[in-house]
Each structure stands twice: as structure tokens, then as C-alpha cells.
DNA sequence: ACAAGGCATCGACGATTGTCGATGGGTTGT
DNA sequence: ACAACCCATCGACAATCGTCGATGCCTTGT
């Protein structure tokens, strides 16, 4: 006799075929967001977008209630993730969006800022 | 006399005003973000953008090469941050993007995938 | 020469994360 | 009743992360 059908129209223990997804993007995607993955270097990446001009590290001191050591470290995991530019003057080391992004990273935050 | 002027604005341990950055946002925006931190979870996302149906467990752990419970483990985060949606038919649980995503949450999505 | 300030780096610490195997509950076919 | 399958949850483990204080290098003002 003929199998019974289920009421679904796949069978059990098959699986569909999922859209493909690039696991180069996932890999490049995934380490943008875990740059963007923490509240105080979201303040720092939206503050750098809103102000046009560069701003220091002992900025973010006096206005985050973060030491030194922790603001610098995270400006230094943005400056890696290839968002930040920095330029020292003087005592000052001044850090601001880099103005080559790449147009998708910029739409993205621009998406998610403004 | 006067005392000289330095090269730049600004002086010496001064520090000026940044630009305002809201603390709820932050937090929450890098709780999205955290969601997306994730190579599989991105994928995932993806996945499900892209395949406008929904997509069972059994799906990704046949094409994603990891165990049965850390997928079930990232879909349960994905869950967590409001991005996905759950619901069972028979032995299988469908997951998919859920349709009331916020327009800047899907717009986002919508810029980092597509 | 000296003191003071800005900053990067180091080492340390608890907290969180990604992964796994094992277990158990629910559903279906025999 | 039983076996097979899907799935969520638990406990464990190593790795990474966020934070701090301490230290040392530059630069500048006295």
C-alpha cells in the first residue's frame, strides 16, 4: 500500500536547501558588528559621526565614566576594526571616522546612528 | 605680560564639549549589535532574510557545520534580542525573521545584508 | 632640569561567550 | 510498546572581553 501522506511537504529527516550565504561576508560582517558590540564604543563612533572634527582621547575621559586605560583601549579596538583614524598634536592624539569607509559601512551607520 | 598663545584652540587640559549621545540608545543599539556579533548568527539572519520562509533547526545544523545545540543555543539568542520568531509544527520548530521588526531594525538589516 | 599632563601598553581580574556532549521531553511511524 | 527523530536545556570548558591600576614615553610649561 501507498506510504500516508504527512501533512507537511517534507518528509522527516529531510532538510531543505537553505539560500546560500557567504561565509567570507559573514566572517567580515560578524567582526563589524563586534566592533560596534559595546555601549561606550558606540557613544565614541557616534560622537566622532555627529562631530566632524577630530576629538581627543581625554574628551571621552572627562565625559565617559571610564578610565583612561579602558577609553584608550577602546579607541584603539575601533582604530583596528578600520573605522577610526588617529593623528597626534602635540600631547594630544586626536581620533575621527576614517574618511575612506567603505560605502556600505558608512550607510550602515548612518542607518543605525542618525 | 601676556601669556603666549599656544598653536592650537585649545588649552591645556581643557577638554571640549562632545557631541550629545543618548545612553539608552547605546545600550540598546549594542545589544542589536551583539546579537549580530556572530559568524553563525549572521548567518542565520541572512538565511532567513533571504529565504522568506521559514527555516527549522534540522536546516541549519545539516548545513552549518556545528552540533545540534549550538544552533538551537544562537536561534535562542537571535530570539532573545527580538529578531526571530518561533513556532512548532510537529517535531520541527520554524523559525523566521519576525514581521514586526522595527523599520530602522529591518532597514539595517536590509543595508548589512543585501 | 624639572614637573605635569596626555596617552599607549601591560598584567590582572571577574564576566561573558562559543562550543560541546549528555539528557530528557515531545511527536511520529512501525 | 517501541524506536527514531527534532529540539531545548544543562553543565562544563577554553577563549575572549571589559575594566582597572600601574608604568613609562612624549610633549609642554616653568
Known amino acids: 500500500m501507498a506510504l500516508k501522506q504527512l501533512p507537511v511537504l ?10 546560500a550565504v557567504d ?6 560582517a560578524a567582526n563589524l558588528m563586534k566592533a560596534l558590540a559595546d555601549p561606550t564604543r558606540l557613544t565614541m563612533v557616534a560622537a566622532l559621526w555627529k562631530a566632524k ?18 577609553i584608550s583601549h577602546h579607541m584603539a ?30 550607510k550602515l551607520l548612518g542607518q543605525l546612528i542618525a
Not at 561565509?23 to 567580515?28: L, Y
Not at 573605522?83 to 598634536?89: P, R
Open 10 to 19: 517534507r518528509q522527516r529527516g529531510e532538510c531543505c536547501v537553505l539560500p
Open 53 to 70: 572634527s577630530p576629538i581627543c582621547i581625554c574628551d571621552f575621559t572627562a565625559d565617559l565614566e571610564l578610565s583612561q586605560s579602558t
Open 77 to 106: 579596538r575601533l582604530k583596528e576594526a578600520g573605522l577610526v583614524d588617529s593623528e597626534k598634536d602635540s600631547i594630544w592624539t586626536y581620533y575621527r571616522l576614517r574618511h575612506d569607509l567603505a560605502p556600505s559601512t558608512r
Open 23 to 28: 561565509v567570507g561576508w559573514a566572517e567580515e
